[in-house]
């Protein structure tokens, strides 16, 4: 079974400035995929951005980017230039490939950080 | 306006009652599933559906039902089975069974016991 682990419960960051989230997981998989989930107060589930693991290039999307150390089973998100707006709860979130039998599409997610913006 | 939507936001449950949770999708995707939140915790999957009239156990199935009559809907039913139904749930669709399709989220629906 997949594990995926956070282990900043919480976190807090100056507005504009730049903040890393980690998150480490466990698979004796070849073929899958990494995801970073965005809940704000609101609650609704927020993708932020998703990592395919054959691809050694890391995904960015703007100001979010990520940190893909296969060998390391290590996967973190830099939040460039934060914004109060990305204050939320973010959870990483681990899926396996197609055809990689029982548990194929489904996402295992890690517990969460919580991160404040302060103005 | 494509996306999913949970109904109701609010729901409460009596001892012994069994309640649908509804979750529909305008955005023509094959698979669906659906999730709990607990304070605290990541999301646990229940059941998830690649396809209409096919669905699959997830990790804590136990105490809940669904249905896949539709492509566009997929309601859970929490019976009075599941003896501790306070949570957070979620609903999810992504556009194809076959790949690693990315999964977008409803709005939610919390469940409270009276």
């Known amino acids: 079974a997949q594990t995926v682990t956070q282990s900043q419960p919480e976190m807090s960051v100056q507005e504009a400035e730049t903040v890393t989230l980690s998150c480490t997981y466990d698979t004796s998989e070849n073929n899958y995929y990494l995801f970073w989930y965005k809940q704000p107060p609101s609650r609704q589930m927020i993708l932020v951005i998703r990592?395919?693991?054959?691809?050694?290039q890391n995904a960015t999307e703007n100001r979010f980017s990520v940190n893909f150390q296969k060998a390391a089973k290590s996967f973190s998100l830099k939040i460039s230039d934060s914004q109060l707006g990305d204050t939320a709860m973010y959870f990483c979130?681990?899926?396996?490939?197609?055809?990689?039998?029982?548990?194929?599409?489904?996402?295992?997610f890690g517990k969460g950080t919580k991160l404040s913006v302060i103005p | 306006d494509g996306g999913i939507t949970q109904s109701p936001k609010y729901l409460f449950r009596k001892e012994g009652q069994n309640v649908t949770l509804s979750c529909e999708q305008n955005l023509n995707h094959d698979a669906m599933y659906w999730y709990r939140q607990d304070p605290g915790q990541g999301l646990r999957l229940i059941y998830y559906s690649q396809i209409v009239n096919d669905f699959q156990k997830g990790d804590i199935a136990e105490g809940y039902s669904v249905s896949r009559e539709k492509k566009e809907s997929f309601p859970l039913t929490v019976t009075s089975a599941q003896k501790n139904p306070t949570a957070f749930y979620l609903c999810?669709?992504?556009?194809?069974?076959?790949?690693?399709?990315?999964?977008?989220f409803g709005p939610g629906t919390r469940l409270l016991v009276l």
């Open positions: 979130a681990f899926m396996k490939g197609a055809y990689s039998g029982a548990g194929s599409y489904q996402l295992t």
């Open positions: 990592q395919e693991a054959y691809k050694q």
């Open positions: 999810a669709s992504s556009p194809s069974s076959r790949l690693e399709e990315t999964q977008y």
